[in-house]
């Protein structure tokens, strides 16, 4: 069924699938992996300690609100970090990795609809925390994640459009992480490049 449900996406090639593993079993994660699903995204630390050495090989993100008290064991399982949305956070990446030798990719989460109940850093800060975090030495920020507002897929298409002016705006950026299961298609349309996808690739949680 993964395998199946993963070929009806069409994803395009330029876009980065992030399978989100969340309350999945490792052998949910590991048939995906065998279906062609080379990076995963994890929600918490402590679920992620319990899978993690259990899989196959893939790489991991960080794509859910991480506290600092978890940073020290966050750098060692993951890969990169999406979900960066305070300094403080930053410089406890930052001296996590440099205690391991470890440069971590990072993305900025970006509270797009400025929702009082969300993470994130406002849009219209976003470049002066950029440059709060260029004097760290030990991560890497490599581009910016979002979680759009919960509404019908067509109305989140304006805060897309924002996203990805932001993202042009900055230049210089890799990745833009937006879009998941109910919105994919509507943010690649407006410029994602990596998606977020756990319900279609998997079904429905239990």
């Not at 995204?41 to 992620?48: P, S």
């Not at 001296?95 to 009082?116: D, Q, T």
């Not at 994130?120 to 976003?126: A, K, L, M, S």
Request: glycine fraction near 6%; hydrophobic fraction near 40%.
């Amino acid at each position: 069924m993964i395998k199946e449900n993963l070929g009806n996406m069409n994803i395009p090639s330029h876009v980065k699938l992030i399978a989100v593993t969340k309350t999945r079993t490792v052998e949910e994660i590991n048939e995906a992996i065998r279906a062609g699903v080379n990076c995963i995204g994890e929600n918490r630390v402590k679920e992620a300690e319990e899978k993690f050495n259990l899989l196959l090989k893939v790489e991991k993100h960080m794509i859910g609100s991480l506290q600092t008290n978890k940073v020290k064991l966050a750098v060692e399982l993951f890969d990169m970090i999406q979900s960066v949305d305070s300094l403080k956070l930053a410089k406890e990446i930052d001296k996590r990795c440099a205690a391991i030798h470890k440069v971590m990719p990072v993305l900025i989460e970006v509270n797009i609809g400025n929702e009082k109940n969300k993470h994130g850093i406002n849009p219209e800060d976003v470049k002066n925390f950029l440059l709060e975090l260029s004097s760290l030495k030990h991560i890497s920020v490599q581009g910016l994640m979002c979680v759009a507002p919960m509404l019908e897929p067509e109305q989140v298409r304006p805060y897309f459009k924002k996203m990805k002016q932001l993202f042009d705006s900055i230049g210089n950026l890799k990745w833009l992480s937006m879009g998941m299961s109910n919105d994919y298609k509507i943010a690649i349309e407006e410029g994602s490049n990596m998606v977020r996808i756990g319900t279609l690739l998997f079904g429905k949680r239990e």
